[in-house]
């Protein structure tokens, strides 16, 4: 499977030689191909304030059931530059229907129109709505947990030390998959894997040119929150990485820390899997149920340790 997605990944022409909006009108001429949709009872669009007249798009996805619901707030990947709402609306649905839980998914502004504190400023107020609309959604504000892929892994993470710091919503947990969490572009995985397996470290350093706007910023925690000070008392987190991935040694590193920062941590390498596979149920559907069916084990055992 991983193959067949590299070689289409391989036709295309180098991303990080192109504008960012010459790579979004590419992967937006690529026709979309059919998958099975998991069966859920509601989808919704909304507008959302995330600032003084300034709006972004959530996607709610509502489960069967009767709710309240428990809430999870999605963060979509796309190295802060590219990526929507459709790229992991296949993926979201999967995640309702398997956790149960209302999906929020976040359209947050992208750079390089908007760079850093942009993204996680919008990230932040989305989830303060959820957490404060909780209740005309059918969702529970009390059982409310984050998560996203590879740049929305990354604002995740972001997220759940801005409430801890600000004493902001109650994060019951984090999800992150294949989170960027350094931006050092060094690590044994970004040299092993850094051409030929989906996303090059050419292009990390792309994505990460066009997201911030001095060289400086690459030391933020908010940027980089494998450099934060204190890791402390944060949510409970599933960690999941890609064996063939540049960012999987940063990922299982920031899994360390908050282990040893006292957080509950699980910790998965999933083997054979290349970046981005989360995001793509044409051709990873099967690894997408298996990576989902950890999540929903991983947020039933942290609702069982709550309620005991």
């Not at 959530?58 to 809430?71: A, C, H, N, S, W």
């Not at 992991?88 to 502004?109: E, Q």
């Not at 750079?111 to 989830?127: G, I, N, R, W």
Request: proline share 6%.
């Amino acid at each position: 499977m991983a193959k067949v997605y590299l070689e289409r990944i391989h036709q295309m022409p180098p991303l990080h030689k192109m504008e960012p909006q010459a790579v979004r009108d590419l992967f937006a001429s690529i026709s979309p191909v059919e998958v099975e949709l998991a069966p859920i009872a509601k989808v919704a669009d909304r507008l959302i304030p995330v600032g003084a007249d300034v709006e972004i798009k959530i996607r709610i996805y509502t489960p069967e059931g009767q709710g309240p619901f428990p809430l999870f707030v999605y963060y979509h990947g796309g190295g802060w530059v590219i990526g929507n709402l459709e790229m992991v609306d296949a993926s979201c649905r999967m995640l309702a229907n398997r956790t149960g839980r209302i999906v929020v998914s976040v359209d947050y502004r992208l750079a390089p129109e908007h760079k850093f504190p942009v993204p996680v400023a919008d990230s932040y107020a989305a989830l303060q709505w959820v957490s404060q609309n909780a209740v005309d959604i059918n969702g529970d504000a009390s059982n409310l947990v984050v998560g996203g892929d590879s740049a929305g892994g990354n604002l995740s993470a972001v997220i759940s030390l801005i409430a801890k710091q600000q004493k902001g919503p109650a994060i019951k947990a984090q999800v992150l998959i294949y989170p960027c969490t350094d931006m050092s572009f060094d690590s044994p995985s970004y040299i092993e894997f850094q051409e030929g397996f989906g996303l090059n470290r050419d292009l990390m350093i792309w994505f990460s040119n066009h997201y911030l706007n001095h060289e400086f910023d690459k030391g933020n925690e908010y940027v980089a929150p494998l450099k934060a000070n204190d890791l402390r008392d944060l949510p409970p987190a599933i960690v999941i990485t890609a064996e063939y991935d540049v960012l999987r040694d940063e990922g299982m590193a920031y899994a360390e820390r908050l282990k040893n920062a006292g957080v509950k941590v699980e910790a998965i390498c999933e083997q054979g899997l290349v970046h981005g596979y989360f995001a793509n149920m044409a051709v990873f559907p099967t690894q997408i149920k298996a990576s989902i069916s950890h999540i929903q084990q991983f947020l039933q055992a942290i609702d069982q340790t709550v309620t005991k």
